[in-house]
């Protein structure tokens, strides 16, 4: 069974769309993740969620939107899509809030055009 | 410079030792890790050290903290070819909140 799972792998898509990016986690986990990784593969945090409450806002434009309908599911939703906003989008969860290893989801691979 | 530092490439021949650095401003005390990606998948988790060990070997990894320099490294002996990929370390630094910060990726590439 996949521990952490995101939905839809591959995502391209218009410039000024809105588009949504879903993630679960079955290993009964209190904290999920979204990181950004850009086309030279830097890797950074986006938001972080303990059950259900947001503790980790980085310096994300409010075009992004994370919602946790419940401790197993962060999803990602991003309004008026930018060519920028092309990278891939990896979903983590962790017991407890980053001091315990973090499991990674396989990725959502999104492309603007 | 970056929070959290790694040499971009490394390329080493099969059956030699690899050594992948990382360096960073500051940790608090208590895991640090190294990931691996290979290529179109997702980050899978390494190894991890705590930060009052100065060593921890994992079969073919060895991982070395050197917490006065701010320094880890990661240690692959006898290199396959199957580890070909991003190494990413992961430091959680003082004063950036409950948050890993990864390193800049090593791309290990392993020739014949």
């Known amino acids: 069974d996949t521990a952490v799972s995101q939905t839809p792998k591959y995502l391209v898509t218009q410039m000024g769309n809105d588009k949504s990016i879903k993630c679960e986690q079955n290993l009964g986990h209190d904290t999920m993740y979204w990181y950004k990784q850009d086309s030279k593969k830097f890797l950074k945090i986006m938001f972080s969620y303990n059950n259900k409450e947001l503790i980790i806002n980085e310096t994300v434009p409010n075009r992004f939107s994370p919602k946790s309908p419940d401790k197993a599911h962060l999803n990602l939703h991003i309004n008026s899509l930018e060519l920028g906003d092309s990278a891939v989008y990896f979903c983590?969860?962790?017991?407890?809030?980053?001091?315990?290893?973090?499991?990674f989801g396989p990725g959502t691979r999104l492309l603007v055009l | 410079g970056e929070d959290v530092e790694q040499s971009l490439f490394l390329s080493v021949r099969e059956g030699d030792s690899s050594v992948i650095n990382c360096t960073y401003t500051d940790s608090s005390s208590t895991y640090l890790y190294w990931y691996k990606q290979e290529p179109g998948a997702g980050l899978q988790l390494l190894t991890y050290i705590f930060s009052n060990m100065d060593m921890k070997q994992d079969q073919r990894l060895t991982v070395l903290l050197n917490k006065k320099d701010k320094h880890l490294s990661l240690r692959i002996a006898d290199t396959q070819t199957g580890d070909s990929a991003i190494y990413f370390c992961?430091?959680?630094?003082?004063?950036?909140?409950?948050?890993?910060?990864f390193g800049t990726g090593t791309q290990l590439k392993v020739e014949l």
């Open positions: 983590a969860s962790s017991q407890v809030i980053s001091k315990e290893t973090q499991y």
């Open positions: 992961a430091v959680p630094l003082t004063g950036g909140g409950n948050k890993l910060t």
